[in-house]
């Protein structure tokens, strides 16, 4: 007789990492330093096609048609309407394939939070929540 | 090619219903249960998403039932979805072919997984490597 005990395997290992997955969408983490190196700007105003906002820089990457990153794009704008030493650039992923590469960009939408000199300070992947953008743009000095 | 849009909960009710089915098919090994969701996934990947039996039933039973504006989405994620599954579920197919009792229960187990994540978590495996795929089909064509 067949078992039953890979289908329950299945729907509980499944369901732990749906609850998992979900709860971690839009935390922010943040960019690791390895000790002595050399911190290079994730990329340029140039690439960037705006300057660096003169304290944080939110680059967003998104996808076509992808309701998260709209939700995130209107989120973002949100808050940082008033704050003019903010800068936030919402790219499509699939047209920037290059900086989604250098920048390790493995899904949509991610924002990446960057200081006055573009160095990339931590990253969201996935819809962040409002308190969590807003701490995050706080915290970069 | 112009890229279409769906309705996004189309993919995710066909999930539902293939959770049902990869169910069944991994408790009892069923070659024809297999071969049925092997050859819905070959449409919806070398089709369209919204042209399988379970698009059909969604269609005619499901959406019009359900009030709200319609989400809308990219069909290329979903249909590269739906891609992954036709490949775990091939891959099942040649366990039952050899009797590989251990093939068919681990490819209809993950394929279960992926499938269950998207109807009951809105996770969508395929979706999620897409980009991983796009990055790495456009990096060959570029470096060709």
């Not at chain 1, 911190?39 to 309701?67: H, I, N, Y």
């Not at chain 1, 650039?89 to 900086?99: Q, T």
């Not at chain 2, 090619?1 to 169910?23: E, H, Q």
Request: hydrophobic share 50%; glycine share 6%.
């Amino acid at each position: 007789m067949n078992s039953l005990i890979p289908l329950a395997i299945v729907l509980v290992l499944a369901s732990a990492f749906g609850f998992w997955f979900n709860a971690s969408r839009g935390r922010i983490k943040s960019a690791k330093q390895a000790k002595g190196s050399v911190v290079k700007p994730a990329l340029s105003p140039t690439e960037l096609g705006v300057p660096f906002g003169s304290r944080v820089t939110l680059l967003q990457f998104s996808s076509a048609f992808c309701s998260p990153c709209r939700a995130t794009r209107a989120l973002i704008a949100d808050i940082t309407a008033d704050m003019t030493d903010v800068v936030h650039v919402d790219m499509d992923a699939e047209s920037h394939l290059d900086l989604v590469n250098r920048l390790n960009i493995i899904s949509t939408p991610t924002t990446i939070i960057l200081n006055s000199a573009g160095v990339e300070v931590g990253r969201a992947i996935g819809a962040p929540k409002r308190t969590q953008v807003v701490s995050a743009i706080a915290s970069v000095v | 090619m112009t890229n279409s849009l769906i309705d996004a909960r189309g993919p995710r009710f066909g999930a539902a219903l293939t959770t049902a089915v990869l169910a069944i098919a991994l408790v009892t090994h069923s070659a024809v249960l297999i071969a049925l969701q092997l050859v819905i996934f070959a449409i919806g990947a070398f089709s369209s998403p919204t042209k399988t039996p379970y698009a059909f039933v969604y269609k005619k039973f499901v959406k019009p039932r359900l009030a709200g504006e319609v989400p809308l989405e990219d069909v290329r994620p979903p249909k590269f979805a739906q891609l992954v599954g036709f490949l775990f579920v091939a891959i099942a197919m040649l366990g039952s072919l050899t009797s590989s009792t251990g093939v068919i229960t681990v490819a209809l187990s993950l394929c279960l997984a992926a499938a269950f994540l998207n109807a009951a978590f809105n996770f969508c495996l395929g979706c999620q490597i897409y980009l991983l795929f796009t990055r790495l089909t456009h990096r060959s064509n570029a470096a060709a």
